[in-house]
């Protein structure tokens, strides 16, 4: 494979494993000699510094002794020995931790016990005899007086101390010379590290340009020619291996695009003339609604006026002649009163569902509080009866119309009076939350429940799922509710994890400067 086939990719990671050799090699030299560096100056600072300093005190310590010794020749006094005890303890400790000190420098650490060893003879040879001749003779002041045996033996060792303070110093002076050294190679290295920095950055920037600016601003050319109209140019590949790949990609999809322009304007025009039949049919069933909903509003007052008649005379027919007739023709005559009355409650409740949403007097703010409270008076009675407890607490304000909220709460409320379990009174519990945005009301009962089958089923109308003479009534009641919380803009449904009674659960839009207010919160 040749250096010109070479992926974008494989220049790119080539480029930086030779930067992050070259790095990597300046790192492990700057590392070692760092080590040399420390260890350098270390040595100058904690051992031979400290070493030099020592010598000077050994210095100082052999003449303590030395004076301490001629002034007891000249007194006699044992006190004046208490200095020449202390010289010597002090001389033992220095000698001891200079040793430690000079522990890597063989040569060092023997002048240091040669020193030891002369300053042990200066006083085996001088000072103890001396000390011990004034103690058996006497305070003399020839004692005192040095001899050439004594200044012979006391040179020996001040000799020793000097040379070894030379020698340290000259090794400090070495080994500091290495530190300055270190550290020039290591800011030399320091500054190549940054040289092969600047040049990666130089070399993997022309790289780019050359390998991708470019030949991406020379492809983006030939795409908005392409883009301008002229689907029939040929979009060349060059550049590296993917850039050509992508170029390539390109063209396909042009020719494609230029293939397929024909059949895309046809659709288009087939989509046009199909929104323009679907509108007309949109208009046609909005008329057609709004027709079936007068229709429905007109027949519904059309049949009251007959449906009111016949009641009346089924209801007279009922009161004046029964008892008379036989027993066939009281039956007869209570099927057609029941038959009346069910007639005109389906078509109040029709007339109802028909209402929802065409007569309006706009939305407000309403309190649900105050709606349920009104709803519920409407059951004073069956409440008495049944000793039906109806409990809710802090519903919120919401925008609606107040007439068709309350029969929503009314039909809920009276649903769950009338589908009680038997010898149970009935419970309510009104309930509200703030979820996504949105008010969730729940109205909860204990009674009979609705199986999760007919979740659905309930709300559309004239579905029963009881008998009428077991359960009197429409079939609409629900209907109505789903309608009343869409028209709101809300939606209503039944819990199915509720098993004891049923949970409804309906949502209403929480007004604009509540939800303003709620964000802010």
Not at 256 to 269: G, H, K, P, Y
Not at 343 to 368: C, E, H, P, Y
């Amino acid at each position: 494979m040749t250096s010109s086939s070479w992926s974008l990719w494989r220049r790119i990671i080539t480029l930086c494993a030779i930067v992050a050799g070259v790095l990597g090699l300046i790192a492990m030299t700057a590392a070692a000699t760092a080590a040399v560096n420390r260890s350098d100056t270390s040595k100058v600072m904690d051992r031979l510094t400290p070493a030099l300093a020592n010598a000077e005190r050994l210095y100082s310590q052999l003449l303590r002794q030395q004076s301490s010794a001629r002034t007891f020749a000249l007194t006699g006094k044992d006190s004046d020995l208490d200095n020449y005890r202390d010289a010597q303890h002090q001389e033992a400790q220095i000698l001891s931790d200079t040793q430690a000190l000079l522990s890597d420098e063989p040569r060092l650490a023997a002048a240091v016990r040669d020193i030891g060893a002369a300053t042990a003879r200066y006083r085996g040879q001088i000072i103890e005899p001396l000390i011990a001749r004034t103690r058996t003779q006497g305070a003399d002041p020839d004692n005192a007086a040095p001899t050439d045996e004594s200044r012979t033996v006391y040179n020996d060792a001040a000799n020793r101390i000097t040379a070894l303070s030379q020698q340290l110093s000259v090794r400090r002076d070495d080994v500091a010379r290495e530190v300055r050294a270190t550290s020039g190679v290591l800011i030399l290295l320091l500054i190549f590290a940054a040289i092969v920095v600047v040049l990666a950055g130089v070399a993997l920037a022309l790289l780019l340009r050359r390998l991708v600016s470019r030949p991406v601003t020379d492809l983006a050319a030939e795409v908005r020619q392409v883009a301008g109209g002229d689907y029939g140019h040929e979009i060349a590949g060059f550049g590296p291996p993917e850039l050509a790949a992508l170029a390539g990609d390109v063209d396909t999809m042009r020719r494609r695009i230029n293939a397929d322009l024909t059949d895309v304007r046809e659709a288009r025009r087939l989509v046009e003339e199909a929104n323009r039949m679907l509108e007309q049919q949109a208009a046609e069933l909005t008329r057609s609604n709004r027709d079936l909903e007068q229709f429905a509003y007109v027949a519904s007052h059309d049949l009251q006026e007959p449906l009111r008649k016949v009641a009346s005379f089924c209801q007279l027919l009922q009161r004046r002649y029964s008892g008379q007739l036989d027993e066939r023709a009281d039956q007869y005559i209570g099927f057609a009163v029941d038959g009346a009355q069910r007639m005109q409650r389906l078509i109040n409740d029709l007339l109802a569902f028909s209402r929802i949403g065409r007569l309006t007097a706009g939305f407000t703010d309403v309190d649900l509080n105050k709606v349920v409270v009104d709803a519920s008076a409407h059951f004073d009675a069956q409440r008495e009866a049944t000793d039906t407890e109806i409990v809710f607490t802090d519903l919120p304000v919401v925008r609606g119309e107040e007439p068709l909220l309350g029969a929503l709460f009314s039909n809920l409320i009276g649903n769950a009076i009338k589908f009680r379990r038997p010898d149970v009174p009935p419970r309510i519990v009104i309930d509200s939350r703030l979820a996504d945005g949105e008010y969730e009301i729940s109205v909860e009962d204990n009674g009979i429940g609705i199986e999760p089958e007919f979740a659905d089923k309930v709300f559309v109308i004239f579905q029963r799922l009881h008998a009428k003479e077991t359960y009197p009534g429409t079939g609409i009641g629900l209907a109505i509710a789903k309608k009343i919380v869409e028209y709101h803009g809300g939606r209503i449904w039944i819990d199915p994890s509720h098993r004891e009674g049923t949970l409804f659960r309906f949502t209403l839009p929480v007004p604009v400067p509540a939800r303003v207010e709620e964000s802010v919160s």
